[in-house]
């Protein structure tokens, strides 16, 4: 299972650190993803790690302003949100990949960043 | 900037069969795209159907079939169920990133 937290109400340019609390399997074997959806809109990839941490993506709209990282002892996925947007506001999924057969097979509920002054 | 298309919208009858697709601005889907699908209902998470093009999930019911089909990825729904009227997102894999479609809307009607 995965659980979000972390998500609220911020200001334009301001920070935000998601968390996703993983449990029930071994994490430290899978990479992770972070997907958003914005109100009414459809998903959208952000960012990918994989399970050493050695390899990490990023979505163009995100390059840069965001950082995704892991702690496998604590079982945890991180997303680093800074310089947000209007346009960052949606929920925050995170999501297990497995390799190598690339399948996002597990979803936490998501939860939901609001960006507005 | 790649764009993955889904047909917007599509209705189908209860016991009816409907096939949902999957294109890629780049050209043609191959399983090289391992492409992913997704179903989504309202205020719910996505949940995960099919992986690497065919690929069923212990969880997916029979009647959802994953194929390429004229350059593209492809859901089919058989039997359609009510319960099966959702969002269904296909995902495709560009090396260094992943893309979603767009989503098509199934109404089942």
């Known amino acids: 299972q995965l659980e979000e937290s972390g998500g609220g109400l911020v200001q334009p340019g301001g920070s935000l650190r998601l968390s996703c609390a993983a449990s029930?399997?071994?994490?430290?074997?899978?990479?992770m993803n972070w997907v958003r959806q914005a109100p009414g809109k459809g998903l959208e990839w952000l960012s990918y790690i994989s399970s050493s941490s050695n390899i990490i993506y990023y979505a163009d709209s995100v390059k840069g302003r965001f950082t995704i990282s892991r702690n496998n002892a604590r079982n945890a996925l991180y997303l680093q949100m800074n310089r947000l947007r209007a346009e960052d506001t949606a929920v925050y999924f995170c999501?297990?990949?497995?390799?190598?057969?690339?399948?996002?097979?597990?979803w936490g509920k998501g939860t939901t960043v609001t960006v507005s002054s | 900037q790649t764009v993955v298309t889904q047909e917007p919208s599509l209705t189908v009858s209860p016991g009816g069969t409907v096939t949902l697709t999957c294109a890629s601005s780049t050209g043609a889907v191959t399983s090289g795209y391992y492409p992913n699908w997704f179903q989504q209902k309202p205020g719910q998470a996505p949940r995960a159907l099919i992986y690497?093009?065919?690929n069923r999930h212990s969880w997916t019911p029979a009647r959802f079939s994953g194929s390429l089909l004229g350059g593209k990825a492809a859901l089919t729904l058989s039997r359609v169920q009510p319960e099966d009227e959702a969002d269904y997102y296909c995902?495709?894999?560009?090396?260094?990133?992943?893309?979603f479609g767009g989503g098509t809307k199934l109404t089942v009607l």
């Open positions: 995902l495709l894999y560009y090396g260094a990133t992943r893309v």
């Open positions: 690497s093009t065919i």
């Open positions: 029930g399997f071994t994490f430290s074997s899978y990479a």
């Open positions: 999501a297990r990949e497995t390799t190598p057969v690339l399948d996002m097979d597990v």
